[in-house]
């Protein structure tokens, strides 16, 4: 099955400066990559859906100019969060459906902490 | 709402009992899936379900369509279960998941 490597796995960062997360999917070719944001006990929320050559989409409430979407290879997803705040603190996790929905890989995950 | 309800929010368990976490879901599905989170946040996926029971090694899933629910039952527990599991279900009309709020198990020696 797919593997997906997520990077860096903790970063902080001071306020008002941008961080870049990067996602790779080591053994598939991914056309789709998908970003979630999860709060302490909460649920996966689904931020944007990255395609690849073409712009992500974004769910309703998400900033697109502040999480800046790359998905510029069939193995590589970035997202930036620019001009960080500490309510961006979060963890964020990519991950990779394959078949549609039959098979699912996540990243490592990043924690973000912005002080 | 949210469309994908779980049972209970947080279980505690001896080594060696059986556990249920149950997953409630209110739409039509293709199929539901049950996540895995470690303490340090990576997730994998246990099983993907679309109908009936799948097994692996002392995992059950198990889900009724009709009723719109799912559990995950763990045998013989071990403190490596410790974990938090989430249900996450793909509507039949939609690109894209809805996943619980988990369940945060810990499993005491």
């Known amino acids: 099955g797919a593997v997906v490597s997520q990077h860096p796995s903790r970063v902080i960062c001071k306020s008002g400066t941008s961080v870049k997360i990067e996602c790779r999917s080591l053994?598939?070719?991914?056309?789709?990559m998908f970003w979630y944001r999860q709060f302490p006990k909460q649920s996966l929320m689904l931020m944007a859906t990255s395609n690849e050559g073409s712009k992500a989409t974004y769910e309703q409430g998400v900033e697109k100019d502040k999480f800046l979407i790359n998905h510029a290879s069939l193995t590589l997803s970035t997202l930036t969060v620019t001009s960080a705040h500490p309510e961006d603190s979060s963890f964020y996790i990519c991950?990779?459906?394959?078949?549609?929905?039959?098979?699912?890989?996540f990243g490592q995950g990043t924690r973000l902490t912005v002080v | 709402k949210n469309e994908v309800e779980q049972s209970p929010q947080n279980l505690t368990a001896q080594e060696g009992e059986f556990i249920t976490i149950n997953c409630s879901y209110s739409v039509g599905i293709s199929a539901l899936h049950w996540l895995q989170q470690h303490p340090g946040g990576g997730i994998v996926s246990l099983f993907m379900l679309s109908s009936g029971k799948k097994k692996h090694g002392r995992l059950i899933a198990t889900i009724n369509i009709q009723e719109k629910h799912s559990s995950l039952h763990i045998t013989a527990s071990h403190p490596r279960d410790s974990a938090v599991y989430i249900c996450?279900?793909?509507?039949?009309?939609?690109?894209?998941?809805?996943f619980g709020t988990g369940t945060s198990l810990t499993v005491i020696p």
């Open positions: 053994d598939f070719q991914a056309t789709t």
């Open positions: 996450a279900v793909y509507p039949n009309t939609g690109n894209q998941f809805y």
């Open positions: 991950s990779v459906w394959t078949g549609g929905y039959t098979e699912a890989f």
